[in-house]
């Protein structure tokens, strides 16, 4: 093959990679940020009618539920006995069904058990197109938030079009944020149940990519050791990996409250429905900037450095939301924090992650730490949720919004303090040229 064959061929890998990553996070990004929004909806509204400990079970529990599977099923399997691509499609077909019978619904019960399936198929997705893209990637260090990147795009676009075709009619567009306005359609919680769908058929043409047009990644039978996610777990020996594991633990709990709590309290301070997804879209817009200076910000900070300040974001973004006298517009832009407490702290962990795991094990390394990430974070934010919104909610009053992002600020506060004193970059060259 001449360099220029190998370059086009590359070239041809990573456009793959791209469709790749915009289709997953597109699959996500439809239904999870309004999910709160219509599950505690007024069921005389078109919502559900769920509490907050129901939210948080179906949300934050079912989605830990599928990421402690996920080292057994996708990391397994992906490693040793099937390639990740056709794993992917396999796995996106079945939760694309799964979604499509979800979304009619109607008890606390069938969508409990359905999405604890759906996230059992889902979450073990996140780690498998992470870990393909580094695979893929010439310089994953430099090149990944790139990628990576394009899942932040899809985000804002499902968040933006969805609003604008289906909650709201006589659309106009204006210069200021957020660029449209409109006649909000009646019943907007039951048409946001409408995302589930769209979800759900997105999720079926993507399986469909997967298993035609992604590369190829043998997995690797000829490994020394059978159970590709034990050697990942043996992972947390190490220094750096177990402080990282357990600032992250503190942050994906805090991270999980983002996600069953932001469209309730944007609501709860007077943003209609029609913008909450615009208005949680900008954190996104904020993580595309972040990414695109990922790279370098680490080969010229480092590992610890960068989370460290993605860590403190966390601290900053709820200290903001805690604040609850500011003026709406401030708590709305203050989502532009998220972006770069995403990219700083999660992004640059998942690259750490690759770099010190062995070759033979990425895939079921990039799942373990998904298992924190999604799983035994999650699993404890899920009741802690419920707990905490009642110990924040006076007798015959309102959750006290207050009080509550500023408890998670706090752990934030923890985090970053827990990195910045252990944390040390056990890389080989911790600052590459």
């Known amino acids: 093959m001449t360099d220029s ?20 996070y597109a699959v996500y990004g439809l239904w999870l940020p309004i999910a709160a929004r219509f599950l505690s909806a007024d069921r005389a509204v078109g919502g559900l009618g769920f509490s907050d400990l129901q939210i948080g079970m179906i949300i934050a529990v079912a989605g830990a539920i599928g990421a402690l599977s996920a080292p057994f099923i996708a990391g397994q399997i992906a490693d040793r006995y099937v390639a990740p691509a056709r794993c992917l499609a396999v796995l996106l077909a079945v939760g694309g069904v799964v979604k499509f019978v979800t979304a009619y619904q109607t008890s606390y019960a069938a969508w409990l058990w359905l999405s604890i399936a759906y996230a059992v198929l889902f979450m073990p997705t996140l780690s498998l197109t992470n870990s393909l893209a580094l695979g893929h990637l010439p310089d994953p260090k430099r090149q990944f938030p790139g990628v990576r990147a394009v899942g932040t795009i899809a985000w804002i676009t499902v968040a933006w079009a969805f609003p604008m075709i289906w909650l709201q009619s006589d659309l106009q567009f204006r210069w200021l944020p957020p660029f449209f306005t409109g006649q909000d359609l009646a019943n907007a919680p039951a048409r946001m149940i409408d995302s589930v769908r769209v979800a759900g058929a997105v999720s079926l043409g993507y399986a469909l990519f ?47 409250f983002y996600f069953v709590q932001m469209s309730k309290f944007l609501a709860a301070i007077g943003l209609a429905d029609a913008y909450i997804m615009p208005a949680m879209s900008l954190g996104q817009f904020a993580e595309i900037l972040a990414l695109a200076v990922l790279g370098p910000v680490l080969a010229r900070l480092g590992f610890r450095t960068v989370i460290t300040l993605g860590a403190m974001c966390y601290f900053l973004k709820y200290a903001f939301f805690g604040t609850t006298q500011l003026p709406l517009e401030v708590i709305v832009a203050a989502q532009l924090i998220h972006g770069f407490s995403f990219a700083f702290f999660f992004a640059a962990s998942f690259i750490y992650v690759d770099r010190i795991a062995p070759p033979d094990t990425r895939y079921s390394a990039q799942t373990v730490f998904m298992l924190v990430i999604l799983g035994i974070g999650p699993l404890v934010a899920g009741p802690l949720n419920g707990w905490l919104s009642g110990w924040c909610t006076p007798a015959g009053g309102r959750l006290d919004y207050s009080t509550f992002w500023y408890i998670a600020a706090a752990v934030g506060l923890a985090a970053t303090v827990l990195v910045a004193v252990f944390f040390r970059d056990e890389t080989a060259a911790a600052t590459p040229p």
């Open 210 to 256: 997967c298993w035609f047009v992604l590369p190829r990644t043998p997995p690797k039978r000829e490994a020394a050791q059978t159970l590709a996610f034990t050697k990942a777990f043996a992972l947390v020996r190490r220094p750096s990996f177990a402080v990282l594991v357990a600032a992250t633990l503190a942050v994906s709990i805090i991270h999980c």
């Open 5 to 24: 064959t190998a370059i086009e061929t590359r070239r041809h890998v990573d456009l793959r990679l791209y469709v790749m990553m915009f289709l997953q």
